[in-house]
């Protein structure tokens, strides 16, 4: 249309012309051989608009923006930024309510939501300050006690120069909050996500806050072929790629031939790996499930840590990683890319500028629980990211500056990605404000070394060579029919600890734990998230806890706040065998025990006043005049035909679920120092918690004899259709060896143990 205006006649020809030009006939064929170069110019036009149309209405809008910026960008040339780094001055913070705040190790946090529970367990770690950075999708009355929140107009008030490039709706806006944290003192920023419950609750324990020089393993350079690794294979997970990792690398599951090593202290950035929901991409998410259930994904925890060689890259993310000073220029997150992108392609500038420190990349073993909260992942917010990221590796690795100082060159970088397209003109101007900021806060630029790519590289000799075979851990995530791919056993295997997985195992040894702790360890540890083992003595060398069996209840709440995002406990003694392949149809959100086995739950009369049942039944009186009015009535409701007698249960074993831990603290809270026996203490605990018409049955049908002095086990009492068998013993390998051939008749795969 504009060529056509720019080219019309003036419009007084126009009318002349249609005034005196002859008659025309209305053949259609002859109106089109005459307009052809009309039409052809309007379809045009036309097929241009619902492109557009099409463009922005299924791609995401970083696609439209880098096929509008291109078209810009062949018009008007890039420019450089030239920055005069003397004169911009240090400026403190003059404004927030924290100016005078010091220290030195943060954890930064975008909010969208009001404080999750993985949020509230991050304001907790000790010695380490939680900064939260909201959006414009923030509630305006956020608050968490023992954080510092940082809403928009309080980020507006800071007079951060890269303010004027961030958009208002999105996590990007951390960026303020790493300013901030540099401007209040840190040193150490761990990059986190409100949904990530660090493992242990100690960050210390996790990633290696203070750097120390010792060996640790590092990736072959041996083939120079190689720009990229998969590190889930390295943590035992074959079958899962992190989000950025390019689609063409996925198919390469095998583990190193061998590693090489590199001392330790300059892993400025530590990316770990993360439990339950792993940072995937959504092709990812999308093909390995077929229902709502929610991703859990486990990783080897003793895999040891890895590092990076010069040439080689891994993906970084925004939620489990931890930056040591020398690196807080990496921090920047990039504003023209998608979200889903932004902290791939900053992880990807970040490694290789660091490579011009002398310093690396290291990834840990699981670091943190992430909670599939099964949400719609966004594959659009992704194109751009699988298109780009095999052809931004290639460009980083061949990528050099002749520049001098680590500003300029991370200035020439941005300044080559945007002219290759990798992001836009608006990201230079990001970089240069960033880097601005960044002295004004007072951060100082590290000194540069020289680069190892450009040297010869070493051969490998055959005492350099480190070995490390990863587990191959079961791919339990894969929402696939296991029929037809694995075996019967595998896949009955894979549904235990699906249903288990999340359910912390607690088991009394009465017996040596010497030589059978290891053993339960092995037989259980299988199915079950975690395995506790209690005894009457401590053994440091075996994670072998101490306990006292009759007041076993006063010990569990240490291991409920210990385990605090299990689903459930399972309580066991050592003489009882669980047959989990039985428990399945159990309800995880009630509980389980033993009242409907008569052997096991029984009312006691007392006879007398000193007696052992009249002391116990006094104790209990005294505890359920003291409860709350819910504990209180639904006890008396559910012994309201023996008011007078006393409810004795075995308790070898039961179960309770993570809605009712809070209720059995307090119930334990309330016994105090009295010496209630847990025969008589947990029975009271179920009947005051929920009413035992809600207690689920499936420890009904167990195996129960009474243990008598000269008890031995015998193989006839065990059946492997019951949920459970009591008695049983167990106090030697032979011992166990026995249990293992009655039990693999539900378990076949058990016989691999022995």
């Known amino acids: 249309m504009l060529v056509q205006d720019r080219y019309a006649p003036a419009k007084s020809q126009i009318r002349e012309i249609r005034r005196f030009s002859e008659p025309k006939s209305l053949d259609f064929s002859t109106w089109v051989s005459e307009n052809l170069s009309r039409i052809v110019i309007i379809s045009l036009s036309i097929v241009t608009i619902l492109a557009l149309f099409f463009l922005y209405n299924t791609t995401d809008t970083a696609s439209l923006l880098c096929f509008q910026t291109q078209s810009t960008q062949s018009l008007q040339p890039l420019t450089r930024p030239q920055i005069k780094w003397n004169s911009i001055r240090v400026l403190p913070d003059k404004t927030s309510p924290y100016s005078t705040f010091v220290t030195e190790k943060w954890i930064v946090v975008s909010v969208t939501n009001y404080p999750t529970e993985e949020l509230k367990g991050l304001v907790k770690i000790k010695g380490w300050q939680v900064l939260a950075v909201g959006n414009s999708l923030t509630p305006k009355d956020w608050s968490l006690k023992g954080s510092i929140f940082l809403s928009l107009d309080a980020q507006a008030e800071l007079g951060y120069r890269v303010l004027d490039h961030l958009p208002y709706d999105s996590f990007v806006r951390k960026s303020v909050g790493y300013l901030f944290a540099i401007q209040h003192g840190a040193n150490k920023i761990y990059d986190a996500d409100d ?39 390295h943590f035992g997970q074959r079958s899962v790629w992190p989000r950025g990792l390019p689609l063409e690398n996925v198919g390469e599951i095998n583990h190193e031939e061998f590693y090489t090593e590199v001392f330790g202290g300059k892993q400025f950035i530590q990316q770990g790996v993360s439990n339950g929901l792993p940072d995937v991409d959504s092709v990812f998410y999308f093909t390995r499930k077929t229902t709502l259930e929610g991703f859990d ?297 033993t009242d409907k086995v008569s052997k096991s739950w029984t009312s006691v009369n007392p006879t007398g006043k000193s007696d052992w049942f009249s002391v116990q039944a006094e104790l209990v009186k005294r505890t359920v005049s003291t409860m709350p009015a819910h504990f209180q009535v639904n006890y008396k409701e559910a012994a309201k035909n023996s008011l007078d007698a006393l409810t004795v249960c075995s308790s070898e074993v039961f179960y309770v679920p993570k809605r009712l831990v809070t209720d059995f603290v307090d119930l334990v809270d309330i016994v105090g120092d009295m010496d209630l026996h847990y025969k008589v203490a947990l029975p009271m605990f179920f009947m005051s918690m929920d009413s035992p018409l809600n207690f689920d049955p499936v420890l009904g049908s167990m195996v129960y004899k009474k243990k008598t002095s000269s008890f031995n086990s015998s193989l006839s009492l065990y059946s492997a259709q019951a949920p459970a068998v009591h008695p049983w013993s167990i106090s030697s390998e032979q011992d166990f060896i026995k249990l293992v051939g009655q039990m693999a008749e539900g378990d076949p795969l058990l016989m691999e143990l022995v």
């Open 297 to 593: 994904v486990r990783f080897d925890e003793h895999a040891p840590k890895v590092a990076l060689p010069q040439g080689v890259m891994v993906p970084v993310n925004s939620f489990n990683t931890l930056y040591h000073s020398s690196a807080f220029w990496g921090l920047m997150l990039p504003v023209s890319v998608s979200s889903m992108a932004s902290d791939v392609l900053r992880g990807y500038w970040g490694q290789r500028l660091l490579w011009e420190l002398g310093g690396y990349v290291a990834v840990y073993p699981p670091t943190a629980h992430r909670f599939d909260r099964i949400e719609a992942y966004p594959f659009a917010e992704e194109k751009d990211l699988h298109v780009n990221v095999g052809r931004l590796i290639k460009f980083l690795i061949a990528w050099r500056s002749e520049k001098h100082s680590l500003f300029e060159k991370i200035l020439d970088l941005s300044f080559a990605m945007a002219e290759e397209g990798f992001w836009t003109e608006q990201e230079l101007k990001f970089t240069s404000a960033w880097l601005q900021d960044l002295i004004t806060v007072g951060y100082q630029q590290p000194r540069l070394m020289s680069l190892e790519l450009d040297r010869p590289r070493a051969n490998i000799g055959h005492g350099d060579r480190k070995e490390f075979v990863p587990r191959k851990l079961p791919s339990v995530h894969l929402g696939v029919e296991e029929t037809g791919t694995v075996s019967t056993e595998i896949g009955n295997l894979i549904r235990w600890r699906k249903n288990f997985g999340n359910v912390v195992l607690v088991m009394f040894c009465n017996g040596p734990v010497e030589r059978t702790a290891l053993e339960w360890r092995l037989l259980y540890g299988r199915v079950f998230k975690t395995v506790v083992i209690l005894s009457s003595r401590k053994n440091s060398d075996l994670y072998v806890e101490e306990a006292k069996l009759d007041h076993i209840y006063k010990h569990l709440p240490k291991i409920f706040n210990r385990y605090s995002s299990a689903e459930g406990f399972l309580f066991v003694e050592d003489d009882t065998v669980l047959n989990y392949w039985n428990l399945l149809q159990a309800d995880k959100t009630k509980i389980w025990t």
């Open 195 to 233: 949904r990530g419950e660090v493992i242990g609750g100690d960050l210390g324990k996790c990633f290696d806050v203070e750097l120390v020089s010792e060996p640790m393993l590092q990736y072959s350079h041996e083939d120079p072929n190689r720009t990229v690794v998969n590190p889930y294979i």
